[in-house]
């Protein structure tokens, strides 16, 4: 970790974290903070627990505690969203 974000972290007054993205096959990429790199090549799957891949995506602080995982329910992000509104628009469409 660069000694600057160590500085910055110290100087916000924030707890120096790991942003790390889990690849689960059964529920896809989750995001979280963690205050270590796992020992192994896995981290579990925030909603099922299996031992999945992940990917570390940077070093950063955060005011939250840790371990900081993305809410499940949220994980499909935008792109879902937009998915279930133009499900739900062209159902509405076909109902008018
Ligand atoms: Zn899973």
């Not at 972290?9 to 529920?27: P, S």
């Not at 099922?48 to 992000?77: D, F, R």
């Not at 499900?87 to 109902?95: A, D, S």
Request: hydrophobic share 40%; charged share 15%.
């Amino acid at each position: 970790m660069a000694s600057t974000l160590l500085a910055e972290i110290a100087d916000n007054k924030l707890q120096a974290c790991l942003f790390i993205e889990v690849h689960c096959r059964a529920h896809g990429d989750h995001r979280a903070a963690i205050e270590n790199e796992p020992t192994s090549h896995q981290f579990p799957c925030p909603v099922c627990g299996a031992e999945s891949a992940y990917s570390v995506l940077g070093a950063g602080g955060t005011i939250k505690p840790l371990p900081l995982i993305e809410n499940p329910q949220n994980v499909y992000g935008w792109k879902a969203a937009n998915a279930r509104v133009l499900t739900l628009q062209v159902g509405t469409l076909r109902h008018v």
